[in-house]
C-alpha cells in the first residue's frame, strides 16, 4: 500500500459520525444537519431539464479537456463575474472542467507537487479537509498558516520565513473562506502574487463560493482579478476552482471547473487525460446552461441573506457569532470543549453542528479550531430559524449562554 495513507487524518465526517454514535437525540424534533457544506435549496429547474436533455449523450465517452462549449461558457462566466477584458481568459488553454472542485483540487497536487525533497506546500488553517490529504498522498509537506480572529482570519503570510517560501511549490488559498467566510481582498492577493513571483509557487485559490456573499456587499475579489490588476495578464503562476456546487445548489451534479495559467493547465490537461476523470457530457451540457444564467445565483444569495437576516438576532444574545464576509458558515466561539457541545447539542436539540478543530491542526501559535464550531446555514430558512432557537434554548438551559 501506498505508505503515505498512513500520514492521512481521520476524514472529519468519520470523526463527527464517531462523536454522535450512541447518542438517541429525542424522537419528537426532526433532525436539522447544520454540519456539511451541502447546499439543500431547490436546484433550478432550468439545470435539470438541461440534463434530462442530454442523456442521449450516455452512449460516448467524455474527452477530458471538456467540450468547447462548456469552456468558452466558462470562460464568459468569468469574465462577467470578475470584469475581466473581453479574451482575457483563452477557452482553449486556460480552462478545464472538473468534477466538482473536491476532485480537481486533489488531483490538481498531485499532478504539481514534485515528490523529491518533500516540498512545502501551504494552505490556511482552518481549512477544507481536501488540502491536507491532497498534500500528503502527493508526497508534499503541510504548512499551516493560522487565520485567526486577531488578523481578521487571513492566512498569515508574515509567520513563514523566507527560506520556506523557497522551499515552497505550492500555496492553497479558500476565498470566501470555509470556515471563516472571510474574503481575501485585492492588497492580500496582490502580496500573495508578489510571493508567487519572487519564489516560484504556484497560486492555487479555491472560489467555490464566489458567488454566495450578501446583497448589501460587493462580489469577492478573485486570484485572476488580482492577477490582471498586477499586470500578470496570462495569469502566471495562478490557478483558481470554481463549482457550481454552491452557486446553482447541485452539488449532486459533480460540476466544476480550474482556470489560469496555460503552461500550469497544460501539465494538468496531461494528467487527468491519463487520470480518466472526464465529466459527462450530460454534466456539461448542464453546466453550459448553469453558467450562461446569473439569476438563479441572484436568488439563491437571497436566501441565504434572509438566513443570516434572521438567525443571527436568535444567536447573537447566547453565543459569541458574527457576521461573515461572505459565504454560507458561522464559526463562533463556545465557551469549554467544543466537542462536547456538539455531541450534547445533538443528544438535546437533535442538530448536528462540526467542532471547529475538525478542520484546523495544532501549531506552535495554537489552534485556530479549537472552541469552535462551523455551523452551515444550509437547510431552508424556516429549518435554520428553528436550528437557531434550539441552540438558543440548548444554551439557556445548559447555563452557557453568554449573555
Given amino acids: 500500500m501506498n505508505r503515505a495513507l498512513a500520514r492521512l487524518h481521520r476524514y472529519p465526517f468519520e470523526r463527527l459520525a464517531d462523536l454522535k454514535a450512541g447518542v438517541v437525540p429525542p424522537a419528537s424534533l426532526p433532525h436539522i444537519a447544520l454540519s456539511i457544506g451541502e447546499p439543500r435549496h431547490a436546484p433550478p429547474a432550468f439545470i435539470a431539464e438541461a440534463l434530462a436533455g442530454a442523456l442521449d449523450r450516455l452512449n460516448c465517452y467524455p474527452l477530458a479537456h ?15 463575474r470578475y470584469r475581466l477584458a473581453r479574451g482575457a481568459v483563452d477557452a482553449e488553454r486556460m480552462v478545464l472542467p472538473l468534477n466538482g472542485t473536491r476532485e480537481g483540487l486533489f488531483a490538481f497536487a498531485q499532478a504539481l507537487v514534485d515528490r523529491q525533497g518533500r516540498p512545502l506546500v501551504m494552505l490556511p488553517n482552518p481549512f477544507y479537509a481536501i488540502y491536507e490529504g491532497a498534500v500528503l498522498l502527493a508526497g508534499g509537506e503541510p504548512r499551516y498558516l493560522n487565520a485567526v480572529e486577531a488578523n481578521a482570519y487571513l492566512p498569515d503570510l508574515d509567520a513563514v520565513p523566507d527560506a520556506d517560501w523557497r522551499r515552497c511549490s505550492l500555496l492553497f488559498l479558500c476565498s470566501p473562506g470555509n470556515p471563516t467566510g472571510a474574503v481575501l481582498d485585492l492588497p492580500y492577493l ?5 510571493l508567487a513571483s519572487r519564489h516560484g509557487f504556484v497560486v492555487a ?9 450578501f446583497e448589501t456587499g460587493e462580489p469577492p475579489v478573485g486570484l485572476l482579478e488580482a492577477a490582471r490588476a498586477c499586470g500578470h495578464d496570462g495569469f502566471e503562476r495562478c490557478v483558481v476552482f470554481h463549482s457550481l456546487s454552491k452557486r446553482s445548489s447541485v452539488p449532486g451534479l459533480r460540476s466544476g471547473f480550474a482556470a489560469g495559467d496555460p503552461a500550469v493547465m497544460r501539465e494538468f490537461l496531461r494528467y487527468r487525460t491519463w487520470h480518466g476523470c472526464a465529466m459527462p457530457a450530460h454534466a456539461q451540457i ?46 463562533p466561539h463556545v465557551e469549554g470543549d467544543a466537542e462536547a457541545f456538539a455531541r ?5 436539540k437533535n442538530v448536528t453542528v462540526l467542532p471547529g478543530t475538525y478542520l484546523s491542526r495544532e501549531t506552535p501559535a495554537g489552534d485556530p479550531g479549537a472552541g469552535r464550531l462551523r455551523i452551515s446555514l444550509v437547510a431552508g430558512v424556516d429549518e435554520c430559524v428553528e436550528a437557531a432557537l434550539r441552540i438558543r434554548d440548548f444554551l439557556r438551559d445548559s447555563g452557557r449562554s453568554a449573555a
Fill in 66 to 80: 471538456g467540450m468547447a462549449e462548456l469552456r468558452e461558457a466558462i470562460a464568459a462566466w468569468l469574465g462577467r
Fill in 286 to 331: 448542464a453546466s453550459v446552461a448553469a453558467w450562461g444564467e446569473d439569476t438563479h445565483a441572484a436568488a439563491n444569495r437571497r436566501l441565504y441573506t434572509e438566513k443570516f437576516r434572521r438567525v443571527l438576532p436568535i444567536l447573537a444574545p447566547v453565543l459569541d457569532v458574527q457576521m461573515p464576509d461572505a459565504a454560507f458558515y458561522l464559526w
Fill in 190 to 194: 496582490k502580496r500573495v502574487l508578489e
Fill in 205 to 213: 485559490s479555491d472560489e467555490c463560493y464566489a458567488d454566495v456573499y
Fill in 344 to 348: 450534547r447539542l445533538y443528544a438535546e
